[in-house]
């Protein structure tokens, strides 16, 4: 009678997902613990990679050779290409799918999103989020087609972008009256439209697409209003959703929608579970700034959040309480933002010069909730500084409150 062998690896520290979040957390891991075995399972056959470069510095110059994440020199191994299947807390294992049996001491998980999906899109359409994603598209520059962006929000503002300063047909379409119009006032999302056409994009708002047909070898993005656009190619940028099924499958609390729906972790990064943490794009976290539970999908959160959760995995015992910014170039125009930029609260914007350089202010019963800084650098911290004072500001007192002169 034969019996089966089974492999089991143990390492001292297991992370699931092979992102931002996972290589910050590996040198998180060896800044506390210089000896601890650390595993990264990932299911892309890539090692960790700058993914803002995806839709930003690769266009404009930097070299794909310069987009990979510092780790470890030792300690680490790399299972790429293959994906954790179940999680078994219990017995502190995870299975994977080509069936090899993980063994940790401690789990973290970095599952990050999948892109939403259209269902009525063809299956040619790219959901922009990774590095193959990013070849799909070099692929498609200088055969002088057009390429259909659905999307006005953060990805598909920088793609179109990126393509148009790269010679490309980018046609924008996507429900909303401008580009960005979730996050910006109305007034500068509609600048924003008119600015993108005066860079060659094709702009047309106010349309939701509801179907996509196939037309003389190329694609019919067809609008609820019965309006159709013609395009070569598709590509959706129209968010993500969490990964947390594996989680959810192991008994690990997952957090209601309002709370952004992620893996719900505490200011440590601890799930519910014993030994198991998460980090990144799939965790909601409780942030003191501003009193509200968030999940953020952006590079510095990833990054610093990541890196806490190592540190914390062996040993610290300082909370997560990091504000996280993110940033955009959109042409020769970019900004940076801080905390709650929600175009449904009051906004007060602060013009040094209408929409090309200035500061934002988003309001909640007179209290700063979230601040943009757009072309204005420097001022991060002042930003967060006058979120956290939680002051009650009259428009006439922010007029000249940012920026603050050093």
């Given at each position: 009678?034969?019996?089966?062998?089974?492999?089991?690896?143990?390492?001292?520290?297991?992370?699931?997902?092979?992102?931002?979040?996972?290589?910050?957390?590996?040198?998180?891991?060896?800044?506390?613990?210089?000896?601890?075995?650390?595993?990264?399972?990932?299911?892309?056959?890539?090692?960790?990679?700058?993914?803002?470069?995806?839709?930003?510095?690769?266009?404009?110059?930097?070299?794909?050779?310069?987009?990979?994440?510092?780790?470890?020199?030792?300690?680490?191994?790399?299972?790429?290409?293959?994906?954790?299947?179940?999680?078994?807390?219990?017995?502190?294992?995870?299975?994977?799918?080509?069936?090899?049996?993980?063994?940790?001491?401690?789990?973290l998980l970095a599952t990050?999103?999948?892109?939403?999906?259209?269902?009525?899109?063809?299956?040619?359409?790219?959901?922009?989020?990774?590095?193959?994603?990013?070849?799909?598209?070099?692929?498609?520059?200088?055969?002088?087609?057009?390429?259909?962006?659905?999307?006005?929000?953060?990805?598909?503002?920088?793609?179109?972008?990126?393509?148009?300063?790269?010679?490309?047909?980018?046609?924008?379409?996507?429900?909303?009256?401008?580009?960005?119009?979730?996050?910006?006032?109305?007034?500068?999302?509609?600048?924003?439209?008119?600015?993108?056409?005066?860079?060659?994009?094709?702009?047309?708002?106010?349309?939701?697409?509801?179907?996509?047909?196939?037309?003389?070898?190329?694609?019919?993005?067809?609008?609820?209003?019965?309006?159709?656009?013609?395009?070569?190619?598709?590509?959706?940028?129209?968010?993500?959703?969490?990964?947390?099924?594996?989680?959810?499958?192991?008994?690990?609390?997952?957090?209601?929608?309002?709370?952004?729906?992620?893996?719900?972790?505490?200011?440590?990064?601890?799930?519910?579970?014993?030994?198991?943490?998460?980090?990144?794009?799939?965790?909601?976290?409780?942030?003191?700034?501003?009193?509200?539970?968030?999940?953020?999908?952006?590079?510095?959160?990833?990054?610093?959040?990541?890196?806490?959760?190592?540190?914390?995995?062996?040993?610290?015992?300082a909370p997560y309480t990091?504000?996280?910014?993110?940033?955009?170039?959109?042409?020769?125009?970019?900004?940076?933002?801080?905390?709650?930029?929600?175009?449904?609260?009051?906004?007060?914007?602060?013009?040094?010069?209408?929409?090309?350089?200035?500061?934002?202010?988003?309001?909640?019963?007179?209290?700063?909730?979230?601040?943009?800084?757009?072309?204005?650098?420097?001022?991060?911290?002042?930003?967060?500084?006058?979120?956290?004072?939680?002051?009650?500001?009259?428009?006439?007192?922010?007029?000249?409150?940012?920026?603050?002169?050093?």
């Amino acid at each position: 009678m034969h019996h089966l062998e089974v492999v089991m690896d143990f390492f001292h520290y297991l992370i699931i997902g092979g992102g931002m979040t996972a290589a910050a957390a590996a040198l998180g891991i060896r800044e506390n613990d210089p000896t601890g075995s650390i595993a990264i399972l990932s299911d892309e056959s890539h090692r960790p990679y700058d993914r803002p470069d995806l839709s930003k510095k690769l266009w404009t110059g930097k070299s794909e050779d310069k987009i990979w994440r510092k780790l470890p020199a030792e300690g680490l191994t790399l299972r790429l290409g293959d994906a954790a299947a179940v999680i078994e807390p219990s017995r502190k294992q995870v299975t994977t799918a080509s069936g090899a049996t993980l063994v940790y001491q401690k789990l973290l998980l970095a599952t990050g999103g999948t892109p939403r999906k259209l269902p009525f899109a063809p299956p040619e359409t790219v959901y922009f989020r990774t590095l193959d994603d990013y070849r799909a598209l070099r692929a498609w520059q200088g055969q002088g087609r057009r390429i259909g962006i659905i999307g006005g929000g953060f990805i598909g503002s920088e793609i179109a972008a990126a393509l148009a300063l790269n010679g490309e047909k980018a046609v924008m379409v996507f429900p909303e009256v401008g580009i960005g119009a979730r996050l910006f006032p109305a007034g500068l999302a509609t600048f924003l439209n008119d600015y993108y056409r005066q860079k060659g994009v094709d702009v047309l708002p106010g349309l939701e697409i509801e179907a996509i047909d196939r037309r003389d070898g190329s694609f019919v993005l067809m609008a609820k209003d019965g309006q159709e656009v013609m395009v070569d190619h598709i590509v959706a940028g129209i968010g993500i959703r969490p990964n947390t099924a594996l989680a959810q499958s192991a008994g690990i609390e997952i957090a209601r929608p309002e709370q952004g729906g992620g893996i719900l972790v505490d200011d440590h990064l601890r799930t519910n579970l014993p030994d198991i943490y998460a980090a990144g794009d799939v965790a909601s976290f409780y942030e003191p700034a501003l009193g509200r539970w968030t999940r953020v999908e952006h590079e510095d959160n990833a990054v610093s959040m990541g890196k806490h959760a190592g540190s914390v995995m062996a040993g610290s015992t300082a909370p997560y309480t990091h504000q996280s910014f993110f940033f955009s170039d959109l042409f020769d125009l970019g900004y940076e933002a801080v905390g709650e930029v929600d175009s449904r609260l009051e906004t007060y914007a602060a013009w040094v010069e209408p929409y090309r350089q200035g500061v934002v202010y988003y309001l909640k019963d007179q209290l700063v909730r979230g601040v943009l800084l757009w072309n204005t650098w420097g001022q991060l911290q002042p930003a967060r500084d006058l979120i956290a004072a939680a002051q009650p500001l009259t428009p006439a007192q922010l007029k000249r409150r940012l920026p603050v002169k050093a």
